[in-house]
């Protein structure tokens, strides 16, 4: 059993109050803070980069899993690494010539490196990232279009989700895009440990108790 590690999207969060908004978070049980860094090219919306991540990083300890939806990921891992991020997710339809090197800058700024994939994108476009020598330790399975939040959950992409924890019983498979107390236990089911959840736990009246689920389903 891989650990369950639950990480609010602060894309729902009020980015006017990002600090209070991480702290709340981790006070309800987050284990990560997911951060989604969108550059308008990539993915049809723009939201936050390097300088904003070196501001939270002043005021929390917490991991910070940075989804890095952008076209040109290598130009981001040295800022991310100054700015002070823990994860490093990339997406593969990005880093098609040159992950290789991605993974490699990651790991040298002390970053975690992840890979993540589209609903269109198979999931055997990320088996040679992971059977490298230098590998990912972490793959993010979008289980919506990546660009906004509150879409409605892709249950088709649990194939992959599948197919990746029957090949590597130990690697961090997160999901991405919908999920919550409705859809968590097919994720979970399916062999997901890492779940990003922004709707449902920043809409709901206690985030605590939506994390506690969340957790309760992948731990079962
Ligand atoms: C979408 C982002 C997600 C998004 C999830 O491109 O990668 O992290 O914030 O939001 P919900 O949980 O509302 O679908
Ligand atoms: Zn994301």
């Known amino acids: 059993m891989v650990a369950a590690k639950i990480a609010p999207s602060m894309l729902s969060s009020d980015f006017s109050n990002l600090a209070s908004e991480a702290h709340r978070?981790?006070?309800f049980g987050a284990d990560w803070l997911h951060m989604d860094i969108m550059d308008g090219h990539f993915v049809p919306n723009l939201t936050i980069g390097?300088?904003?991540?070196?501001?939270?990083?002043k005021?929390?300890?917490?991991?910070?899993?940075?989804?890095?939806?952008?076209?040109?990921?290598?130009?981001?891992?040295?800022?991310?690494?100054?700015a002070g991020a823990s994860g490093f997710t990339f997406h593969v339809e990005a880093s098609k010539d040159?992950?290789?090197?991605?993974?490699?800058?990651?790991?040298?700024?002390?970053?975690?490196?992840?890979?993540?994939?589209?609903?269109?994108?198979?999931?055997?476009?990320?088996?040679?990232?992971?059977?490298?020598?230098?590998?990912?330790?972490?793959?993010?399975?979008?289980?919506?279009?990546?660009?906004?939040?509150?879409?409605?959950?892709?249950?088709?992409?649990?194939?992959?989700?599948?197919?990746?924890?029957?090949?590597?019983?130990?690697?961090?498979i997160e999901v991405d895009g919908g999920l919550g107390p409705s859809t968590i236990d097919i994720a979970a089911a399916a062999g997901a440990n890492c779940i990003v959840a922004g709707s449902s736990v920043f809409g709901a009246p206690e985030p605590?108790?939506?994390i506690s689920v969340l957790r309760k389903s992948v731990n079962e």
């Not at 929390?60 to 991310?80: R, S």
């Open 208 to 210: 605590a108790q939506v």
């Open 50 to 57: 390097a300088p904003v991540i070196e501001s939270l990083r």
């Open 25 to 27: 978070m981790l006070s």
């Open 98 to 172: 040159n992950w290789k090197e991605i993974v490699q800058k990651i790991k040298a700024k002390g970053m975690t490196p992840g890979v993540s994939l589209k609903p269109g994108t198979p999931v055997e476009e990320v088996f040679p990232l992971l059977d490298d020598e230098n590998p990912v330790e972490l793959v993010l399975v979008m289980t919506v279009e990546p660009g906004f939040g509150g879409q409605k959950f892709m249950p088709e992409m649990m194939d992959k989700v599948r197919t990746l924890r029957k090949k590597y019983p130990t690697l961090d």
């Open 59 to 82: 005021h929390t300890k917490a991991y910070l899993d940075c989804h890095l939806m952008v076209t040109n990921p290598l130009d981001y891992v040295e800022p991310f690494g100054k």
